[in-house]
Every structure is written in structure tokens, then in C-alpha cells.
């Protein structure tokens, strides 16, 4: 296992298309989270999973935007209706559970929407 | 709620001289600190972080970084840089309240010049 995995690692949208990223998580990792990154800014909280379960989404996730973990394993963020302002990156990162564990981070897809 | 402050967006410095990138934090509980790398093209990688215990923290690559509460500050440094350590440095907090979630500052762009 090499890491957190995420797909694509770019990807061009019109404005008002629907787009989906994907993130493999380290296998053994319980927890899975979802940042955005704009220019010039840190990475942004927007959603966590424990398992399969999502315990906390930021007022950040406006109703176009959806996140699921299926099986507990890998997760999908599904942006509908694309604005210019959704371009950044979407990073995913995974962690054991417990107190203050370390997040693993992938490599982020950049999101542009022209 | 908390916040983080990186009081530099930039930082240049010759190779072999030393550095301190600064961070300072706000929250009204108690707070962990953590500073994550970011490389061109890659994903943030955790440098070190701060939980308890000795305020003077070493992490990887030669960084380590002092704990201060009662200036609430948390910057990290290094004695002698390498054109290797050019990258993006983020500072993060976690609150007492959550265990998982990472506030981040803006960060700091490090460029060291032959």
C-alpha cells in the first residue's frame, strides 16, 4: 500500500456539470476526511467519515456537494452543478482511529470550472 | 473556535542558513499542534507535532519547534536548510473538543536559494 489515492488528479468542468472524485484511503485506516484548497490558502475541513458512517460535515459542504462511504473503505465527493468558485483542491486524507492520530494525506485532484 | 495565524507568506533563505517559519494559534481550550510539508505536486506529509510533555518537539528532516502557551505560538525551525527543503509549510491545530479535525494557517512558502 503506497498511500492515499485519489482520481483524477485533474479534471476541467463547465459550469453547471456535475463532477466526482474518488479516494482509496491507507487499507487498514477507519477514518476518512475531505479538505478543499484554494490559491493561496490552507486546506479546508470538509467532511469526515468514521467507517462508513459521515460524523460531521462543515457548513463549507453547501447542498451541492455529497460525500458517501459506501463500505467503509473508499469514498466518493460529488460536486453537482458546478460554480467557478468550486475550483480548488480537493485533498483526502485517512487516519487510525483514536486521540490525535496522524492524517495521511493524498495528493489531491484540482478541480477547474470554466 | 480555534484559528491559526502564519504570520509569513514567504520565506527566503540561502542554503545552510538557518530558519523559523512562525505560527500562532488561538482557542479557548486546550489545543495540539501539528506542521505538515507540502512538496510541488505532492500531498501534505506531517513534520511533527505537538500533544503533551516536552514543549520542544523534533520531528523528520531536522525541523523540531518550541511550544509556547503563554505567547501561544508554535514555530518551527531548523539551523541549517537545504535546497531540498524548499516547500509549502503549513501550520494545523487541532481544538480539545475534536480529536480528528485540522484547522490549518495559510501557510508559508520556504524557497531556499543557492
Known amino acids: 500500500d503506497t498511500g492515499v489515492s485519489q482520481d483524477p488528479r485533474h479534471k476541467i468542468t463547465k459550469r453547471g456539470q456535475n463532477v466526482t472524485f474518488r479516494c482509496d484511503p491507507i487499507s487498514e485506516h477507519n477514518r476518512l476526511y475531505w479538505y478543499r484548497q484554494t490559491l493561496g490558502q490552507g486546506p479546508e475541513f470538509l467532511t469526515y467519515f468514521q467507517n462508513e458512517a459521515q460524523l460531521e460535515k462543515s457548513r463549507l459542504l453547501s447542498d451541492r456537494f455529497s460525500a458517501e462511504r459506501p463500505k467503509g473503505s473508499f469514498s466518493t465527493l460529488e460536486i453537482q452543478r458546478t460554480e467557478q468558485g468550486d475550483s480548488a483542491m480537493y485533498l483526502c486524507a485517512s487516519s487510525l482511529a483514536g486521540s490525535h492520530t496522524e492524517a495521511f494525506f493524498g495528493q489531491g485532484t484540482r478541480l477547474t470550472v470554466v | ?114
Open chain 2, 1 to 114: 473556535a480555534q484559528s491559526v495565524t502564519q504570520l509569513d507568506s514567504q520565506v527566503p533563505v540561502f542554503e545552510e542558513a538557518p530558519v523559523e517559519l512562525r505560527c500562532n494559534y488561538s482557542s479557548s481550550v486546550s489545543v495540539y499542534l501539528f506542521w505538515y510539508v507540502q512538496y510541488p505536486n505532492q500531498g501534505l506529509q506531517l513534520l511533527l507535532k505537538y500533544l503533551s510533555g516536552s514543549t520542544l518537539v523534533k520531528g523528520i528532516n531536522g525541523f523540531e519547534a518550541e511550544f509556547n502557551k503563554s505567547q501561544t505560538s508554535f514555530h518551527l525551525r531548523k539551523p541549517s536548510v537545504h535546497i531540498s527543503d524548499t516547500a509549502e509549510y503549513f501550520c494545523a491545530v487541532q481544538s480539545g473538543g475534536s480529536n480528528y479535525k485540522l484547522t490549518f494557517g495559510k501557510g508559508t512558502l520556504l524557497t531556499v536559494n543557492p
